[in-house]
């Protein structure tokens, strides 16, 4: 099978494999990709290679090829509400029903070597995230010269309004952006602090937002 396009991002994973023949090939939400692109991985994982755009060779024997998906997030979603939950032992149950949704074929998911389901992020794992989310602004907020409070109602904040079971913790990130940061530029703007100061968000300050 062929990879079309000798230009644009076809051929850059063609360059980028033959200049580094050993690595790891990180396939990201695999299950958008176009059902060529799921027939191209069908000959990959079973020959360990494709033909680019000009007809040569693209040997990927030596790469460790992983793909992540959101598919069936939903179902497992669901399945990890119930507190005796265990999802490796729905397994089979939950990959079945992500092919009856036609999102993958069964000849594709069974050229993997093995599929892992992760558990959803718990609450307080969420915080974590978003405290770690969080103290990257807050670094970038001491070198402009000021201070930011990580406070409970901060990362309450940001975990409800970003958090999405479809998404995980990466919607999260992006509330931080839109959201806080902006704020957080107003008040610099309208020189509602001064140099040293600290920032702190209450409930009040964020209820604000919408």
């Known amino acids: 099978r062929t990879l079309v396009g000798a230009?644009?991002?076809?051929?850059?994973?063609?360059?980028?494999v033959r200049e580094q023949p050993y690595g790891v090939l990180l396939v990201d939400e695999f299950e958008k990709a176009h059902h060529t692109v799921h027939?191209?991985?069908?000959?990959?994982?079973?020959?360990?290679?494709?033909?680019?755009?000009?007809?040569?060779?693209?040997?990927?024997?030596?790469?460790?090829?992983i793909a992540t998906s959101n598919a069936g997030s939903d179902i497992i979603f669901e399945k990890a509400k119930k507190?005796?939950?265990?999802?490796q032992s729905e397994h089979d149950e939950i990959i079945d029903a992500i092919?009856?949704?036609?999102?993958?074929?069964?000849?594709?998911?069974?050229?993997f070597d093995d599929l892992i389901l992760f558990s959803p992020l718990s609450k307080n794992q969420l915080k974590d995230i978003a405290r770690l989310q969080l103290s990257r602004l807050q670094?970038?907020?001491?070198?402009?010269?000021?201070?930011?409070?990580?406070?409970?109602?901060?990362?309450?904040?940001?975990?409800?309004?970003?958090f999405k079971p479809q998404f995980g913790a990466r919607a999260m990130n992006r509330v931080i952006q839109d959201d806080i940061e902006k704020l957080i530029a107003d008040t610099l703007i309208n020189e509602?602090?001064?140099?040293?100061?600290?920032?702190?968000?209450?409930?009040?300050?964020?209820d604000n937002i919408t």
């Open 83 to 87: 507190t005796d939950a265990d999802l």
């Open 99 to 111: 092919i009856q949704s036609g999102i993958f074929r069964p000849e594709l998911l069974n050229r």
């Open 39 to 65: 027939d191209l991985f069908l000959q990959i994982l079973d020959e360990g290679y494709f033909t680019d755009g000009r007809g040569k060779r693209v040997n990927l024997q030596n790469m460790i090829i």
């Open 7 to 16: 230009d644009g991002k076809a051929r850059r994973l063609a360059n980028v």
């Open 192 to 206: 509602e602090i001064e140099k040293g100061e600290t920032i702190r968000f209450s409930h009040a300050h964020l």
């Open 139 to 162: 670094e970038r907020v001491r070198q402009q010269g000021y201070r930011l409070e990580i406070t409970d109602p901060l990362v309450d904040f940001v975990v409800q309004k970003g």
